[in-house]
């Protein structure tokens, strides 16, 4: 028998009595290397030192321990802390089939990651999990988009005046929408309110999980839940440590479900192919991107054509590019071509009325560092993957932005094909991903 106790208060399991070998085989199985990065020994999140480990990761220690012959008894001495809320659900936003089902689990298990596709409804479902069990909620996010996003939401939905943490700003509420960075910054020991629920909106950020750690695991709430468009497949440190915090995932839709379904567009895929003049030279990584991607004329030149093209079909465009520099360069060529096309970034001052003139048309073509995760904006129905790069996760969060309902139209992503062997692979990667995750809607032959 092993004896798992989850004390009040704590978002840590300890492990109180075992055999002497159970400790060590326990430590190995939450142990990692990271295999790339400035990380050079094996951590693990099994403390020797206070015989725990993080709560998220208890059903997959149970299983393993099961599975090795060993009954596992769990003491879990947690309360629910929190006030009642007095949330009115807005009628107008009906659940749908999936949605009612990842409602339904996540109250049941308490805690986990609900994988929804962007555009599937993910804040919806998050406020409805809120609504159901009726106390106190402390969202998380991770831009000032995504806290007046859900906080408006919040309000629109529910009928609460939310509390905001985040951008200069500290005001509790019954529900509160705070940036991870200002609780880093000030310390969730600041929170003078208790809350039932701890939600992670975009919990699948492997590049901030040592972030996402130090918060989630200093929050105690029994209550604990990720919403993610694009879960991870791979259990390297990041997503043992994201696990850690929320659990592991326990309801997932595919995107391709949802586009049988009709609730959201059906994506046609297109290639760019250009021919450049010269072969890169550079040695590193940094100059190769801006020799071969960002100052390389013919691509910028064929982006802009595709561009033109697809603005000219009647599509709001959004072009896609990782620097700053290079989002400017398109935006000039746009211009000079007699495009009305804006760059958007997180350094953008006027970035609100860029947006709004996109949304209502006035800006056709809208070229932007800024829109992967969590903004919506459903005029979207174009995109162009400009900014190369092998990031799944990046990928399928940007052209997520493109995907939803249109009336009799289709959601065109466009991806650009690089000849350089490196940047080549990169395509490869980002289309291997696109393949994944849209099954039989991905219409390229390779």
Same mark, same amino acid.
């Given at each position: 028998?092993?004896?798992?106790?989850?004390?009040?208060?704590?978002? =840590?399991?300890?492990?109180?009595?075992?055999?002497?070998? *159970?400790?060590?085989?326990?430590?190995?199985?939450?142990?990692?290397?990271? $295999?790339?990065?400035?990380? $050079?020994? &094996?951590?693990?999140?099994? $403390?020797?030192?206070?015989?725990?480990?993080?709560?998220?990761?208890?059903? !997959?220690?149970?299983?393993?321990?099961?599975?090795?012959?060993?009954?596992?008894?769990?003491?879990?001495?947690? *309360?629910?802390?929190?006030?009642?809320?007095?949330?009115?659900?807005?009628?107008?936003?009906?659940?749908?089939?999936?949605?009612?089902?990842?409602?339904?689990?996540?109250?049941?298990?308490?805690? /986990?990651?609900?994988?929804?596709?962007?555009?599937?409804?993910?804040?919806?479902?998050?406020?409805?999990? +809120?609504?159901?069990?009726?106390?106190?909620?402390?969202?998380?996010?991770?831009?000032?988009?995504?806290?007046?996003?859900?906080?408006?939401?919040?309000?629109?939905?529910?009928?609460?005046?939310?509390?905001? @943490?985040?951008?200069?700003?500290?005001?509790?509420? %019954?529900?509160?929408?705070?940036?991870?960075?200002?609780?880093?910054?000030?310390?969730? %020991?600041?929170?003078?309110?208790?809350?039932?629920?701890?939600?992670?909106?975009?919990?699948?950020?492997?590049?901030?999980?040592? =972030?996402?750690?130090? #918060?989630?695991?200093?929050?105690?709430?029994?209550?604990?839940?990720?919403?993610?468009?694009?879960?991870?497949?791979?259990?390297?440190?990041?997503?043992?440590?994201?696990? /850690?915090?929320?659990?592991? +995932?326990?309801?997932?839709?595919?995107?391709?479900?949802?586009?049988?379904?009709?609730?959201?567009?059906?994506?046609?895929?297109? #290639?760019?192919?250009?021919?450049?003049?010269?072969?890169?030279?550079?040695?590193?990584?940094?100059?190769?991107?801006?020799?071969?991607?960002?100052?390389?004329?013919? !691509?910028?030149?064929?982006?802009?054509?595709?561009?033109?093209?697809?603005?000219?079909?009647?599509?709001?465009?959004?072009? %896609?590019?990782?620097?700053?520099?290079?989002?400017?360069?398109?935006?000039?060529?746009?211009?000079?071509?007699?495009?009305? &096309?804006?760059?958007?970034?997180?350094?953008?001052?006027?970035?609100?009325?860029?947006?709004?003139?996109?949304?209502?048309?006035?800006?056709?073509?809208?070229?932007?560092?800024?829109?992967?995760?969590?903004? $919506?904006?459903?005029? @979207?129905?174009?995109?162009?993957?400009?900014?190369?790069?092998?990031?799944?996760?990046?990928?399928?969060?940007?052209?997520?932005?493109?995907?939803?309902?249109?009336? /009799?139209?289709?959601?065109?992503?466009?991806?650009?094909? %690089?000849?350089?062997?490196?940047?080549?692979?990169?395509?490869?990667?980002?289309?291997?991903?696109?393949?994944?995750?849209?099954?039989?809607?991905?219409?390229?032959?390779?």
């Amino acid at each position: 028998m092993v004896v798992f106790r989850i004390p009040r208060g704590s978002a =840590k399991v300890k492990v109180e009595r075992a055999d002497p070998k *159970v400790y060590f085989q326990i430590y190995n199985l939450l142990s990692f290397r990271k $295999d790339f990065g400035r990380w $050079d020994k &094996a951590e693990s999140l099994y $403390d020797p030192y206070t015989n725990t480990f993080p709560v998220g990761l208890l059903p !997959r220690v149970k299983k393993f321990l099961n599975s090795k012959g060993y009954r596992v008894k769990v003491k879990d001495e947690r *309360v629910i802390d929190g006030v009642k809320i007095n949330s009115t659900w807005n009628e107008n936003y009906k659940l749908r089939k999936y949605q009612k089902k990842a409602v339904k689990l996540a109250i049941k298990e308490k805690m /986990g990651v609900l994988a929804l596709p962007v555009g599937s409804g993910k804040t919806v479902v998050g406020l409805r999990i +809120i609504h159901e069990i009726g106390r106190s909620a402390l969202i998380i996010v991770h831009t000032k988009e995504l806290l007046y996003q859900w906080a408006d939401k919040v309000k629109e939905i529910l009928g609460i005046e939310p509390g905001i @943490i985040g951008d200069n700003k500290w005001s509790e509420g %019954d529900i509160t929408v705070a940036m991870i960075q200002t609780l880093l910054s000030r310390g969730t %020991d600041k929170l003078q309110n208790k809350y039932a629920i701890v939600m992670f909106d975009e919990c699948h950020r492997t590049s901030a999980a040592e =972030k996402f750690y130090e #918060v989630g695991i200093s929050l105690p709430q029994v209550y604990r839940f990720g919403l993610s468009a694009t879960p991870w497949r791979r259990l390297r440190g990041e997503e043992m440590k994201i696990e /850690g915090v929320v659990g592991p +995932i326990i309801y997932e839709v595919k995107a391709e479900d949802l586009i049988n379904e009709g609730f959201l567009a059906k994506p046609k895929f297109e #290639v760019i192919e250009y021919n450049s003049k010269m072969p890169a030279l550079a040695d590193k990584y940094k100059e190769l991107y801006e020799e071969a991607i960002m100052e390389n004329e013919e !691509r910028n030149k064929a982006i802009v054509e595709k561009a033109i093209e697809l603005a000219n079909q009647g599509h709001r465009v959004l072009i %896609d590019v990782k620097r700053i520099d290079h989002g400017e360069i398109l935006v000039k060529m746009l211009k000079e071509r007699g495009v009305n &096309a804006e760059f958007l970034s997180s350094q953008s001052p006027n970035r609100w009325e860029i947006l709004e003139k996109f949304k209502n048309g006035e800006i056709p073509v809208l070229v932007s560092t800024l829109l992967k995760e969590g903004v $919506d904006i459903p005029e @979207i129905s174009a995109i162009i993957l400009a900014g190369g790069g092998k990031s799944d996760v990046m990928t399928i969060q940007t052209i997520g932005r493109a995907l939803r309902p249109k009336a /009799g139209g289709e959601a065109v992503i466009v991806d650009v094909k %690089d000849s350089d062997p490196l940047l080549f692979t990169h395509f490869i990667e980002r289309q291997k991903a696109l393949k994944q995750y849209y099954g039989k809607y991905y219409n390229l032959r390779l």
